[in-house]
């Protein structure tokens, strides 16, 4: 049985090109934290349709029998160069829709119940 945690994570454009350090250490922190295979956040961004380049960067994971909790703590301890762009949405197995939870260096308490 699976409980599956989706997450979306937005900040400032960052680098264009190359690694990007602070996903990175987003991820690696989640793995140290979590026993067993799981997700990590890939970006999407650059899939995003439309004339023009999204103005922010964009990362989707997905997570199985991970608690909200320890995603926010892993956003909420990198060195991020611009914490007041980062954003995270998170939409656990039983809730309906996606609740900011994580904005500019600040925690956000979850709204909506589970029904």
């Not at 990590?40 to 608690?67: I, P, Q």
Request: proline letters at 4%; aromatic letters at 6%; hydrophobic letters at 40%.
């Amino acid at each position: 049985m699976s409980r599956v945690t989706n997450v979306i994570l937005t900040t400032n454009v960052g680098p264009s090109h190359g690694g990007d350090p602070e996903i990175d250490t987003v991820n690696t922190s989640l793995r140290n934290a979590i026993t067993g295979p799981n997700g990590e956040f890939v970006e999407v961004s650059r899939h995003a349709g439309g004339a023009k380049h999204m103005e922010v960067r964009v990362y989707l994971a997905a997570f199985n029998h991970v608690d909200a909790e320890v995603i926010l703590q892993a956003v909420h301890h990198v060195p991020w160069a611009d914490i007041e762009m980062v954003q995270v949405f998170i939409k656990e197995q039983e809730d309906e829709v996606f609740e900011l939870r994580y904005q500019a260096g600040k925690f956000l308490p979850k709204r909506h119940a589970a029904t």
